[in-house]
């Protein structure tokens, strides 16, 4: 295996390994514990399931740091491409996004400590509690979509990487660019008209796929270097 395929497969398993951490958090609780319009009930499972929902957020935690060397792995493979757009990708892709998580982590710490009534907390009756809890998780979930921009904006400089790479496919490249109109368009649904968030996921899906497909490239076929054509004279 050559070191330029097996630093690809390095980024690769990376890339899969912290995203399905942060799958726990983003789809799997939202998914088994939140119940849209009622805020007694979410209350009520978060402080029934006080365990699943701690776990969410050691898993947020550890996709929040774990990030940092997904793209510190891909600065590796595609330096050589161009240094600026791979520092770009960098920037934008871990440093400014990554803080984002961690303050999203304390959100969902106070919305436990609401639900289970622990603490100060205590002092509240039930229904204001219930009401806290919900207003951290609305906040947890802005902070989402407002990271959602960079969680777009970073697969622009990685996606030209990706075409301009030659030892990766160009469809690839081209694909991760489209995703980052994805992330945009469920941000700005997010914010502007919230009501469509669940439809525009939907639509998004094929755009926003382009990761999960770059990430098992990476891992099964990995990167090869094309052999030139040229012949001796």
């Known amino acids: 295996m050559t070191p330029l395929a097996r630093n690809a497969r390095i980024a690769g398993f990376l890339y899969l390994f912290f995203s399905v951490f942060g799958i726990v958090r983003l789809l799997y609780i939202p998914k088994t514990l939140f119940v849209d319009g009622n805020a007694a ?124 790479s030659r030892f990766l496919p160009r469809f690839l490249g081209v694909w991760l660019m489209a995703g980052c109109f994805g992330y945009l368009a469920l941000s700005f649904t997010g914010f502007l008209f919230p009501l469509y968030e669940d439809k525009v996921f939907t639509y998004a899906q094929p755009l926003t796929i382009s990761e999960l497909a770059f990430m098992l490239w990476l891992m099964i076929m990995g990167a090869r270097e094309r052999v030139s054509s040229t012949l001796p004279s």
């Open 41 to 164: 009930a979410t209350a009520n499972n978060i402080a029934s399931h006080q365990l699943l929902f701690r776990v969410g957020i050691v898993c947020y935690l550890l996709a929040a740091a774990g990030w940092i060397f997904v793209t510190l792995a891909l600065y590796r493979l595609l330096k050589g491409v161009e240094h600026g757009l791979a520092v770009l990708m960098v920037v934008l892709g871990s440093l400014v996004s990554v803080p984002v998580f961690f303050v999203n982590a304390l959100n969902d710490v106070a919305a436990m400590s609401f639900a289970s009534g622990a603490d100060l907390a205590s002092s509240f009756d039930k229904p204001q509690r219930d009401a806290f809890v919900t207003l951290f998780l609305r906040l947890h979930h802005n902070g989402d979509l407002a990271n959602e921009i960079f969680w777009g904006l970073w697969l622009i400089p990685l996606g030209l990487l990706v075409y301009r």
